[in-house]
């Protein structure tokens, strides 16, 4: 191979009437020349600059990770979550869990949507705060429900990581009455899964691991080229930390990127903003009276469809429907840690429900029974709100819309859970009392 | 962005260091070329490399025959090429269609079958450094002879995606230094260069890029002045997008010993449009000026072709930047900006001169003339042609 170079014969254009538009000569317009100060181009000391600055970062972004710099956390709000392009970490969320419970408690770690994270609820009055109230001293709660995650996404890898590390753990999760999901989450908090997988905070499970290889090799181009992206960017972070450390910034110290949410001073440490829900409406005007109470009324009859199906004797479940969805929730959790998951069903206003028809009355009813059956099938602990408690039901007042809980819908929820979390936490053997009830 | 991938990061961090120290040149020549090559092909796909080979392979081939009639041949094949790739579906869909919808249904399901879910990755780049190459060969330039130099002429990494859009007389030489003498001041020269570009495209870019796509949709209920602001946003955007991308490209050829072309010269303290377009996508603009306005005719026949030829011009350097009307209109308009801006003092007589001499004596005026000019254009660059007008018009008035 030759590297001569050719030899150029031809001068470069400089007819005249090329002069409308020529550039200008090159010399001088390299505004990094003019800039750079001598000593930045001192190759040794620059050089050892970097590498040691490199470095610090990594050491610091290590440290972060099993730091909890979340003070008086209750739940994430907008501001430290992705709405707002924030991303927790699950080292962060892991760490926040073992520097505030000891090994003795029974920590329980509460997933799920919005309805869970307690959206409609003010700080003051936020469910998971009264359930920590009447488990008592032996549990500690966490509440890293997030708004738009399914039932096994996010918060359910940090229990996973926990079981997985021998710490007592019960996963508590809402789900709407059709929801399933995939074993890797969805788009917007999947970057949790695969930040727990290749940091190696998931039990290892082959059986998983095969069904998120088929679940991937079924996507599209672009989605399986984002999630390469993801895991390749997630294994750079289990060496040095740049998530950790960014996300700690970002929380403590100044955030780098413009949302909507945050425009009046989108640069702020995260940590400065309040956790602010509305009060909800009266109940008089809070459903019928809400701009949104079409859409979610429509939300509401929609979501059982394709579950159920016109027969001559009326509306019947579509039986390959609950089988797929029984298969999908087999799928999302370990064979061992089922148990430790407990699964509500969520429910609606009575007001909500008594503006559509009785047949799909009927087959909302229908479709949470029979999501509770699939979940218990598929190895899970479940149980409908709305079948619950007979002599505590939940009302209109318990609502702020058709199916977030205000703070005493929250009240209601929290005596639910603590009665099941107590009794399960027997079940499990992890305590011989069951809290202070 | 490629250049922000991991999959980059990552493959990058394990080459640069082979590079650099791999004394020997060929050693460093055929890691560089390798390393060409698996980053074409991981980005582009199989579907995106192969046309590119097969026209490399027929411009390497023409130009070593010096044939001008063959050279010629090749051009038209890139032009084919590039407009069979990038504009088929723009042509069927917003010409064809108008004038024979049967027709037009017919070519569009021949197009579906026949075109790539998109074009090859980066074809307008290498359909006009083929050009370049063809048109200087065929001019009595000396074509490549190395095939492996060729080859690196076509898929050096840095420049690949989005240019600079480099000349092969300058190209080549400065790839033979790198090779031979690429050393620890270049790297690190390179490295302040990538990180610069970096900052401009991921921290301010990436910013603006947030905010113009969550006020677009309240663009009307803004004040005047914050539709101004948006509009000023617009254009430091595509700025420090592009040319944050145009210093990572220049300084990771730079970390190779590689010096590519500059791109950007303070294009918004431009005096006027001309100012503007010598200092904006130079090596765009010097392209379109060498292959398209001079062999036009230039400004060597009159006032009249001098602004036609220019017009054209624009309106095909409008096109390049992608299919739709939008484009075409944005090259127009500045093609029109051009002409007049080159010509108002001739053809409006004593109101030309003294408008001139007004921009000369107040040159902050000539400036804010211009900006707003540049501005109020990239409307058209971002928006499809309807909303575009109607968010020009919203500049002006309080509500439509």
Request: charged share 15%.
């Amino acid at each position: 191979m030759t590297v001569a170079a050719p030899e150029r014969k031809s001068a470069p254009p400089q007819n005249e009437s090329g002069a409308d538009f020529r550039p200008s000569p090159l010399r001088g317009i390299d505004l990094y020349e003019q800039l750079l100060h001598p000593g930045m181009l001192r190759v040794g000391p620059c050089l050892v600059g970097i590498i040691v600055g490199f470095l610090a970062c990594c050491i610091a972004g290590s440290v972060v990770a099993k730091t909890n710099f979340y003070e008086n956390f209750h739940r994430f709000t907008d501001y430290t979550s992705p709405v707002t392009l924030y991303y927790p970490t699950v080292s962060q969320m892991v760490a926040m869990v073992n520097l505030q419970s000891t090994p003795n408690q029974t920590v329980v770690i509460v997933g799920g949507n919005s309805i869970f994270n307690g959206v409609g609820q003010r700080a003051s009055e936020i469910w998971t705060d009264k359930l920590r109230e009447q488990l008592g001293h032996d549990y500690a709660v966490f509440n890293f429900a997030s708004c738009g995650s399914q039932p096994f996404e996010g918060a359910y890898w940090v229990a996973e990581s926990l079981l997985a590390r021998g710490r007592k753990v019960l996963y508590v999760t809402v789900a709407m009455p059709t929801a399933g999901g995939a074993p890797e989450g969805g788009k917007v908090y999947g970057y949790l899964y695969w930040d727990a997988h290749e940091k190696k905070f998931l039990a290892r499970s082959p059986q998983r691991d095969a069904l998120v290889e088929g679940h991937v090799a079924m996507m599209g181009d672009k989605e399986r080229e984002r999630i390469a992206e993801l895991k390749l960017r997630m294994q750079l972070d289990r060496l040095v930390h740049f998530q950790d450390l960014w996300t700690a910034i970002g929380y403590t110290q100044i955030f780098t990127v413009w949302t909507q949410p945050t425009e009046a001073s989108p640069f702020k440490a995260r940590r400065l903003y309040a956790d602010l829900q509305p009060d909800p409406a009266p109940v008089a005007s809070r459903f019928a009276g809400s701009p949104t109470f079409d859409r979610e009324l429509s939300t509401l009859r929609g979501y059982c469809d394709g579950f159920f199906e016109i027969q001559p004797t009326g509306w019947q479940p579509r039986r390959q429907s609950w089988t797929n969805l029984t298969t999908e929730m087999k799928g999302l959790v370990p064979d061992q840690f089922k148990r430790n998951c407990l699964v509500i069903i969520a429910s609606n206003p009575p007001y909500s429900l008594s503006k559509i028809t009785s047949a799909e009355r009927g087959r909302i009813a229908a479709a949470t029974a029979k999501s509770e059956q699939c979940w218990k099938t598929a190895g899970y602990h479940a149980v409908a709100a709305a079948a619950a408690s007979a002599t505590d039901k939940f009302e209109d007042e318990d609502f702020k819309d058709c199916w977030h809980l205000t703070g005493s819908g929250g009240t209601k929820m929290a005596a639910l859970v603590a009665q099941r979390v107590a009794t399960l936490n027997q079940e499990l053997g992890f305590s011989d009392r069951g809290g202070n009830q | 962005m490629i250049f922000s991938t991991y999959w980059f990061l990552v493959a990058v961090a394990i080459f640069l260091p082979l590079y650099f120290f791999v004394k020997n040149p060929r050693v460093r020549f055929a890691a560089l070329i390798a390393f060409c090559m698996i980053f074409h092909t991981h980005f582009a796909g199989p579907a995106g490399v192969v046309p590119i080979i097969i026209l490399g392979v027929i411009t390497y081939l023409t130009a070593r025959t010096r044939n001008p009639l063959a050279c010629a041949a090749s051009i038209i094949l890139c032009v084919a090429a590039l407009c069979f790739y990038k504009y088929t579906s723009f042509f069927v869909s917003e010409l064809l269609a108008h004038i024979h919808p049967v027709l037009a249904t017919q070519a569009s399901k021949q197009a579906s079958a026949l075109l790539p879910a998109a074009p090859p990755l980066a074809i307008s780049f290498f359909a006009f450094e083929f050009i370049h190459y063809l048109y200087e060969v065929r001019r009595g330039g000396e074509p490549i002879k190395n095939v492996f130099d060729f080859a690196q002429f076509t898929l050096f990494f840095p420049s690949l995606v989005a240019g600079p859009i480099k000349r092969y007389s300058d190209f080549i030489p400065s790839l033979h230094r790198g090779l031979h003498s690429a050393n620890a001041h270049d790297v690190l020269h390179g490295f302040y260069r990538v990180m610069g570009g970096f900052f401009k495209k991921a921290v301010i870019a990436d910013n603006l890029t947030l905010y113009i796509t969550a006020t677009t949709p309240r663009f009307a209920s803004l004040s005047l002045g914050e539709r101004w602001l948006f509009v000023a946003a617009i254009a430091l955007r595509i700025y420090f997008d592009f040319s944050g991308y145009t210093d990572m490209a220049i300084g990771l050829a730079r970390m190779t010993g590689v010096r590519l072309p500059q791109n950007f010269n303070w294009p918004y303290v431009a005096q006027n449009i001309q100012d503007f377009w010598q200092r904006w996508h130079i090596s765009l603009s010097s392209w379109i000026r060498d292959y398209v306005y001079i062999p036009l005719g230039g400004s060597r026949k009159g006032l009249l072709r001098k602004v036609a030829n220019g017009i054209l011009a624009f309106a095909l350097c409008g096109l390049w930047h992608g299919a739709a009307w939008n484009f075409l209109l944005w090259g127009l308009y500045h093609g029109c900006g051009l002409a007049v801006c080159s010509s108002y003092r001739k053809v409006l007589g004593p109101v030309g001169a003294f408008m001139g001499g007004f921009f000369d004596r107040i040159p902050m005026a000539s400036w804010a003339v211009t900006m707003v000019f540049v501005s109020v254009g990239w409307l058209l660059f971002f928006y499809p042609t309807e909303q575009a007008w109607s968010m020009a018009r919203l500049l002006f008035v309080s509500a439509l």
